[in-house]
């Protein structure tokens, strides 16, 4: 059985609607930084994504392979802010009614499991492309 190919790895011809960039970190941030986004699956997808990812944008300007080693630092910096974004919102009672898993011991739970995981992760060598 064929897997089905992700959006990233189908040929363009075969994708029909708009496509989106996300440039809030453009020319303020590493270019990895919104890249790294845009990939999904185990290691072996996301490294195949992210090569598909790099080879487009090579069609611009050159992509620093360094920048690769940021993806797990990112990922996890970005996490932590979600949870500081929430908690800056607390007081907000619709936020409160919106959120309600929010400050729960699962909620907890789920991130210190979630940073070990990153810990892990940023201890693997970086995607190949």
Do not use: K
Request: with cysteine; net charge negative.
């Amino acid at each position: 059985m064929t897997p089905t190919p992700t959006p990233l790895e189908a040929p363009a011809d075969s994708l029909p609607g708009p496509h989106f960039v996300d440039l809030d970190d453009a020319r303020m941030g590493p270019a990895v930084q919104d890249l790294w986004m845009l990939t999904s699956g185990d290691r072996a997808q996301r490294s195949r994504q992210m090569g598909l990812l790099v080879d487009g944008y090579e069609q611009f300007r050159p992509f620093d392979q360094r920048e690769l080693a940021l993806i797990e630092p990112l990922r996890t910096l970005r996490l932590l802010h979600y949870s500081a974004w929430l908690a800056q919102r607390w007081r907000d009672p619709i936020f409160a009614i919106n959120f309600p898993w929010f400050g729960t011991s699962d909620y907890w739970h789920g991130q210190v499991v979630m940073l070990q995981e990153q810990c892990e992760a940023m201890q693997e060598a970086p995607l190949v492309v």
